[in-house]
């Protein structure tokens, strides 16, 4: 028996046959794609060596994670910057911390961690 199953998509009627067809295999592929991540969320989901079983519950993740996507859209350049340069500064002020004993460590140490707080709150507030 061959697994099918019937959507109802209003509008898809008036549609020219080329552009149905289209919209048909889109649908199809990201059915396989959404029972692919089902499949994946229940393995992750089971814990014993037993048979796999979907549930309604592994599915709307799966569908959750395909729409809205885990992993966000585009990144932010001036956010990725801005998370480079606290890293940055936050270790050199680590480095600086550990030559509080000369004048430079000190110096170096007020100035890496204020330009990392900056970056941090500037980062926040986008």
């Known amino acids: 028996m061959a697994d099918e199953v019937k959507v109802s998509v209003p509008g898809v009627a008036s549609l020219p046959p080329a552009t149905r067809a289209s919209v048909v295999q889109h649908v199809e592929r990201w ?23 979907i549930t309604v519950t592994h599915v709307e993740i799966a569908a959750f ?44 140490l007020v100035f890496s961690a204020v330009v990392a707080a900056t970056a941090v709150v500037w980062g926040f507030k986008r």
């Open 31 to 53: 059915a396989r794609d959404l029972l692919a991540e089902a499949s994946r969320v229940e393995a992750s989901d089971r814990t014993g060596g037993g048979p796999a079983q």
């Open 65 to 108: 994670s395909k729409t809205r996507g885990l992993g966000g859209g585009k990144k932010d350049l001036a956010g990725a910057t801005l998370s480079a340069v606290a890293v940055v500064f936050g270790i050199a002020a680590g480095w600086f911390g550990n030559h509080t004993d000369e004048v430079y460590g000190v110096w170096g």
